[in-house]
């Protein structure tokens, strides 16, 4: 990974579910993925009901979080999910922006508003504007994919650049058991669990 730019201005507070350095079921490659916590959209079936209630999250400063991004070797680029990252543009959008101007990761953000939704406002569109790919639109149950990222087929691939193709994204395992240096086991990916990662 090629780092450039000096030390990053400490930026918004942004409220995380969690971090994972390194994964492999959140896009191509190896990523560190940042859950955001607070969603407010309700989808039926969501995967990851934890991350709805806006209290409870790890409250950290978004130069924080691109530090730690700087600081892991090997990966391709980093995932943005939650909860709902475009409820809170600004540190979305300061995250993105700081590993746009840093480094030469990919940015992949997954949303639950639609394209016309990000577009039609302009905290948001901003948020996402470093991004290589968003996946959006609301997850739907009754169209539960099985591969790829966008979890229900009416989830819309919004190539914002030609970074990755759709190879590249039907590749993506469907879930992945990460176990940290403390014992600790996360299931993550598209798979469902009950009251499991999405
Ligand atoms: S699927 Fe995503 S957008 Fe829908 S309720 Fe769950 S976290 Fe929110």
Redesign the pocket.
């Known amino acids: 990974m090629a780092v450039v730019g000096g030390p990053a201005a400490a930026g918004p507070r942004w409220r995380l579910h969690s971090t994972l350095a390194r994964s492999e079921a959140n896009g191509p490659g190896v990523r560190f993925v940042v859950w955001s916590q607070g ?5 039926a ?5 934890d ?2 209630a806006p209290e409870g999250a790890d409250v950290r400063r978004v130069a924080d979080v691109v530090g730690e991004v700087l600081a892991t070797d090997g990966i391709e680029g980093v995932t943005l ?4 990252p475009l409820e809170q543009p600004e540190a979305t959008g300061a995250f993105c922006a700081a590993i746009r101007r840093r480094t030469d990761l990919g940015i992949i953000v ?4 639609t394209r016309a939704e990000v577009e039609g406002d302009a905290r948001r569109a901003a948020a996402v504007a470093d991004a290589d790919l968003v996946i959006a639109g ?2 739907n149950e009754r169209l539960r994919l099985g591969s790829g990222l966008r ?1 229900s087929s009416n989830k819309e691939y919004w190539a914002l650049t030609g970074r990755y193709t759709a190879a590249d994204l039907a590749g993506v395992p469907e879930a992945e058991f990460v176990i940290g240096a403390d014992g600790s086991v996360t299931l993550t990916g598209m798979h469902r669990w009950e009251g499991g990662p ?1």
């Open positions: 969603c407010g959209l309700a989808c079936g969501c995967f990851n009901p991350t709805h999910t939650g909860g709902e997954l949303t639950g508003f609301r997850y979890g999405r």
